[in-house]
């Protein structure tokens, strides 16, 4: 037989932090115990007031709000959501990559184009063109 | 605490209007919960605004699988428990800590009357807890969290917040007892004599 000692632990607990065999030993010896019903209802009375504090609230200090406004207008970074910040990612990506191929064709342009006719080449039909020396020795 | 989920989209787009509605509507709620957790409303304000530079931080990672309160209270939970561990003076926590003008936002039904009574009365009785204790009641009872995020936020085993949440119940019912049956007189007594043990 359970004796209240041995209930004593189990009073405060709430339902889901115990296990079964301890909730159905609880229930039993509670409903056959006066004393320990008394304090079961105590206790029960008790979680419900704290879970009630959760709606209550305090007024913090004047100029606490203004004082987080302020902080958190320092420390934003604008865009915070990741979806916004991939897109603006990928499109200054492809923003770098036409940027970097402009310029790099206009590059190959510049110097394809004689900047003079004293320094344009010409092909003569009938010459061999010039081959470097490694693919000569070959 | 309810904040709608469009207020919370919006922010998260970068809205700076909805940002800042959405620390009006839940700044006495952050300030509340620190109070609380770390007992003198100093502290309480730098934790308030610490949670929010780091909820501007984090809201594009929340993903709305968790109400935005829920998400709130262990934001504010992590950072009253990171500044708790950087403080080395330790505060007396009397009664007083929490301020008497408490209120609750939300009309009284009567029925609930009775209950929202008690909480004021348990809120002064809650703050006069041992610290380890007081902060292992309210995360696990006030605010609902589960005996593993409780451990976890507190770097302490789950035995061992059951412990202190045993302890403090305990307490908690034979002060609320005590005070009810206007000893008042006897508990303070007894809370001389017992000391601060956690």
Known sequence: MTTCHNIRPLLPARAEELSLFEIHTRAEHVADCARCATEAAAYSRLGQALAVMANLEVDPADGTLERVLVAIGRRRTGVTDPRILAAAGSAGALVATVVVARAVRSRRRSRRRPSGPWSRRLRLPNLPVPTPALARAK | ?198
């Open chain 2, 1 to 198: 605490m309810e904040v709608d989920r469009e207020l919370v989209e919006a922010a998260q787009a970068g809205d700076r209007w909805a940002l800042e509605e959405l620390v009006r509507r839940t700044h006495r709620s952050v300030y509340t919960c620190a109070l609380r957790l770390v007992g003198n409303p100093d502290d309480a304000a730098d934790v308030t605004q610490d949670v929010y530079l780091r909820v501007v931080r984090k809201l594009g990672g929340f993903r709305h699988e968790a109400s935005f309160s829920t998400w709130l209270n262990r934001v504010t939970t992590n950072v009253a428990m990171s500044t708790l561990k950087r403080r080395t003076r330790r505060f007396a926590v009397e009664g007083a800590a929490v301020p008497a003008d408490t209120r609750d936002p939300a009309p009284e039904p009567a029925e609930r009357a009775e209950a929202i009574a008690l909480a004021r009365r348990l809120e002064l009785l809650v703050a006069g807890l041992p610290e380890g204790q007081r902060q292992v009641l309210v995360l696990r009872d006030v605010y609902g969290q589960s005996t593993e995020e409780v451990a976890n936020a507190m770097g302490l085993t789950p035995g061992a917040v059951k412990v202190r949440l045993f302890r403090a119940r305990e307490r908690l019912k034979a002060e609320l007892e005590a005070t009810e049956g206007g000893q008042v007189v006897a508990l303070a007594g007894r809370r001389r004599a017992t000391g601060r043990r956690s």
